[in-house]
Nanobody
Framework: QVQLVESGGGLVQPGGSLRLSCEAS????????VGWFRQAPGKAREEVSC????????YYADSVKGRFTISRDNAKNAAYLQMNDLRPEDTATYYC???????????????????WGQGTRVAVSS
């Protein structure tokens, strides 16, 4: 079992930055792929970014490429999502998730993720 707690969300103006954190307990993250997903009001949850456990390859949704950066610190058992140049359309609840897929993920898709945090809300507005 893995418990995940996200933090770092908040209200920010367009063009601003936030850094989301995902702290894990109950098991280590170093053997797992980690993903960030988001769900805007009235919309389906969508993938934002994933990072593999072995080759550390990263994936980004087209909408966040060049603005968001995913990272992980296995020593701290944590993962992060640095979000720059935030836009109103980035407003959503952001979820951290951990996969138990036995290899590197073929695609960043929520179907591969087993453990989920409660989410942290991000609002981008002037």
């Amino acid at each position: 079992q893995v418990q995940l707690v996200e933090s770092g969300g908040g209200l920010v103006q367009p063009g601003g930055s936030l850094r989301l954190s995902c702290e894990a307990s109950g098991d280590t993250l170093d053997s797992s792929a980690v993903g960030w997903f988001r769900q805007a009001p009235g919309k389906a949850r969508e993938e934002v970014s994933c990072i593999n456990r072995r080759d550390r390859r990263t994936y980004y949704a087209d909408s966040v490429k060049g603005r968001f950066t995913i990272s992980r610190d296995n020593a701290k058992n944590a993962a992060y999502l640095q979000m720059n140049d935030l836009r109103p359309e980035d407003t959503a609840t952001y979820y951290c998730a951990v996969s138990q897929f036995p290899g590197d993920l073929p695609v960043c898709d929520e179907s591969f993720f087993v453990y989920w945090g409660q989410g942290t809300r991000v609002a981008v507005s002037s």
